[in-house]
T-cell receptor, first 114, second 115 residues
Framework: AQSVTQPDIHITVSEGASLELRCNYS??????LFWYVQSPGQGLQLLLK??????LVQGIKGFEAEFKRSQSSFNLRKPSVHWSDAAEYFC????????????FGDGTTLTVKP | GAGVSQSPRYKVAKRGQDVALRCDPI?????LFWYQQALGQGPEFLTY????????KSGLPSDRFFAERPEGSVSTLKIQRTQQEDSTVYLC?????????????FGPGTRLTVT
């Protein structure tokens, strides 16, 4: 069975500081990994995804994530956080085009201090 | 272009009533997904369609839940004899690719409250 753990329920960072959101997954084969962001009143939006190849993937809004198979992790990073990044972030794992089920973590809420 | 839309955005039902939640995916998208999202949690998978075929319904919580996508576009999630525990947000997403191989585009959700 696939599962996702986001250990940090809530993170607060100052504007301009760096950010790392943790994600650990459990999956029996090569996973399809995703990070989504959900702002208040908005639908979930994809930030980035990893399927194969380069383990460091770039996404929108200046985000990046690194896939580490040995640690079963897919942490999201941003070098300098903007106030508009305050939102809830979800990591998800899927099985690719052979299956329809994605499993999401419970999310990390990011607060940005001025 | 238009994104995924869901209607109604809010639904209040009395316990025991039947409800129908509609999802209009992005035109041409092959895959359609339904999720529940409880407060403070991530989306939880309910069911998956590839075109008109329902390929995975393993997440439907009981036989009171039924989903269809008869022409491979619009989908309806129906809940019969609603219970209070059905109160939550229902999300729909669509994808241009099969399965979970691609980005899912999410709708704004329908918040169901059962009284």
């Amino acid at each position: 069975a696939q599962s996702v753990t986001q250990p940090d329920i809530h993170i607060t960072v100052s504007e301009g500081a760096s950010l790392e959101l943790r994600c650990n997954y459990s999956y029996g084969a090569t996973p399809y990994l995703f990070w989504y962001v959900q702002s208040p009143g908005q639908g979930l939006q994809l930030l980035l995804k990893y399927f194969s190849g380069d383990t460091l993937v770039q996404g929108i809004k200046g985000f990046e994530a690194e896939f580490k198979r040995s640690q079963s992790s897919f942490n999201l990073r941003k070098p300098s956080v903007h106030w508009s990044d305050a939102a809830e972030y979800f990591c998800a794992v899927g099985a690719g085009d052979n299956a329809g089920k994605s499993t999401f973590g419970d999310g990390t809420t990011l607060t940005v201090k001025p | 272009g238009a994104g995924v839309s869901q209607s109604p955005r809010y639904k209040v039902a009395k316990r025991g009533q039947d409800v129908a939640l509609r999802c209009d995916p992005i035109s041409g998208h092959v895959s359609l997904f339904w999720y529940q999202q409880a407060l403070g949690q991530g989306p939880e998978f309910l069911t998956y369609f590839q075109n008109e075929a329902q390929l995975d319904k393993s997440g439907l919580p009981s036989d009171r839940f039924f989903a269809e996508r008869p022409e491979g576009s619009v989908s309806t999630l129906k809940i019969q004899r609603t219970q209070q525990e059905d109160s939550t947000v229902y999300l729909c997403a669509s994808s241009p690719l099969r399965g979970t191989g691609g980005e899912q585009y999410f709708g704004p959700g329908t918040r169901l409250t059962v009284t």
